[in-house]
């Protein structure tokens, strides 16, 4: 159906759960690593391979940022809690059951407020609770590396047992056709305050931050909640505002025909835009949870809590609007440093000593475009804030002008050393001498003479045409302004 046609009929309702993986060095409920990338199957032990007699132990740090998570969201923290288990078959979980959090969460009842289009929407927190990962599966065959057309699947239990927080809104109502927009808003101030808090790297292509996006459609003006779908695992996020987008038109084609939706579990096509259909949804009551007997419940002490409030960062709006203001960037500059991840790099760049204006031309425009050629995001660039902000410094001082700042930025990218390194390196310093200034001038002029006698009969547009033939003759590296100062002194016209 289409989309405004949907939104026109029906009222979206949404649901949003993040899973969050934390940045612990170990594992929720043993000693294991969590570094992310080793060979499959080499960081496990008794207890997340689920071997008889293994006994969880709760990790210290895990609790520690579920509740820093909890405080930056405006949520109550439980005085008391426990983990309990829910159970349903996991391929890649040895177990079968998840030690998770139920009706006692560590933290419930916040919100967290978005800005969508200018308007400000408030999302309403259910609850953040503490559990762990599962193992990853590993589809081989077929054409799309899902279960569907595999030949066999391999487990890798790596992950099984990596601290989760999962962060689970109240139902979404009122946002109609601003429903897709919503959802990625949320979930970009969410990654972005997870990263200010530093529990998380938020790597959703790694599977680090993941969100799971429910939506039902209800007729216009219809209180009755319709039934829901479960988008899962949507790892980006272009594809949480997609994903949603297409439900919407989705479930509105089938209830137009009289069709029922099925409360089921659908994965996202990032290919065809589309969803398909997973698994039956269970209830609550088919998960059959309850306390786990091998952990103790978890009271956090409230000085404990209040101390952790106190290291909370600013949030990470609130630092934008603080630095936009500092540095006198309009909307339309911060909006395209922030989609290019490139607000903590003109910052650092800032505070090395380079000018606002200076480190954002360089990183949104000549290092934006090096990102893309190489393939990377702009922090993964092989360059430092300060050692971009050593390049500015060598251009306003002289020794370095624009064209030559490239190629020395360049360097550093090869990996050829720090900018003064490769300066020297490469011989690319900005060529001052003044006698060799003036014979280039004076050889460019010889050679143009027709150039020469319209510069001299007021076209000084024409100078631009020795200042070219100087810039050559020198590789680039004479500095420009002072060429054509030399030029109108040669021909006797004052600059």
């Not at 993986?21 to 391979?49: D, H, I, R, Y």
């Not at 391929?91 to 139920?102: A, E, G, L």
């Not at 919100?111 to 762990?132: Q, S």
């Not at 007021?458 to 500095?479: E, R, S, Y």
């Amino acid at each position: 159906m289409d989309y405004d046609e949907a939104i026109e009929r029906f009222d979206p309702v949404m649901g949003l759960e993040v899973h969050v993986e934390l940045g612990t060095v170990t594992k929720m409920f043993c000693g294991c690593s969590t570094e992310f990338g080793a060979e499959p199957n080499t960081q496990v032990c008794p207890v997340c391979l689920a071997l008889p007699g293994a006994m969880p132990t709760i990790n210290g740090t895990a609790v520690e940022y579920a509740i820093k998570i909890g405080l930056a969201l405006n949520c109550e923290i439980a005085t008391w809690c426990r983990m309990s288990r829910k159970n349903y078959f996991y391929p890649d979980m040895p177990k079968n059951y998840q030690i998770s959090q139920y009706d006692e969460p560590i933290a419930f009842g916040g919100h967290l407020d978005v800005d969508v289009d200018g308007e400000t929407v408030r999302i309403e927190i259910e609850r953040a609770h503490m559990e762990e990962d599962t193992g990853k599966s590993l589809h081989v065959g077929g054409s799309t590396g899902r279960i569907q057309g595999a030949e066999y699947s391999l487990l890798d239990y790596n992950r099984a047992g990596v601290p989760l927080v999962e962060i689970v809104t109240k139902p979404i109502f009122g946002t109609k056709e601003k429903a897709p927009a919503v959802a990625r808003a949320y979930v970009a101030a969410l990654r972005d305050l997870l990263l200010s808090l530093q529990v998380s790297d938020v790597r959703m292509d790694q599977g680090s931050l993941r969100c799971d996006a429910n939506l039902s459609l209800t007729p216009a003006g219809n209180p009755v909640m319709g039934t829901r779908t479960e988008t899962k695992n949507v790892n980006s996020l272009r594809s949480v505002e997609r994903a949603v987008r297409y439900e919407i038109t989705r479930q509105g084609a089938r209830l137009a025909a009289g069709e029922t939706i099925r409360q089921e579990t659908r994965h996202f096509d990032e290919s065809t835009g589309t969803t398909n259909p997973g698994r039956s949804k269970e209830t609550a009551e088919d998960y059959r949870y309850f306390p786990e007997p091998d952990l103790v419940p978890i009271a956090p002490d409230r000085v404990w809590v209040e101390e952790i409030r106190a290291t909370l960062p600013e949030l990470p709006w609130v630092r934008r609007a603080r630095l936009q203001e500092s540095w006198g960037f309009t909307d339309f500059d911060m909006r395209d440093l922030l989609a290019a991840d490139a607000v903590d790099l003109v910052e650092n760049t800032v505070a090395a000593g380079a000018s606002p204006a200076e480190a954002r031309a360089w990183w949104s425009g000549y290092l934006g475009q090096q990102a893309n050629v190489l393939g990377v995001s702009l922090p993964e660039l092989a360059i430092s804030p300060a050692q971009l902000a050593r390049v500015v410094a060598l251009v306003d001082d002289g020794s370095l002008n624009a064209k030559i700042a490239r190629q020395v930025i360049d360097g550093v990218l090869a990996g050829e050393g720090d900018p003064d390194a490769v300066v020297a390196a490469r011989g690319l310093a900005v060529v001052s001498d003044e006698s060799a200034l003036q014979a280039a001038v004076d050889e460019a002029l010889a050679a143009q003479p027709a150039v020469a006698d319209r510069i001299r009969g007021g076209n000084l547009k024409a100078v631009g045409a020795i200042v070219g033939a100087v810039m050559k003759a020198t590789k680039g590296q004479a500095d420009a302004g002072r060429v054509n100062a030399l030029v109108l002194k040669t021909l006797g016209i004052e600059a």
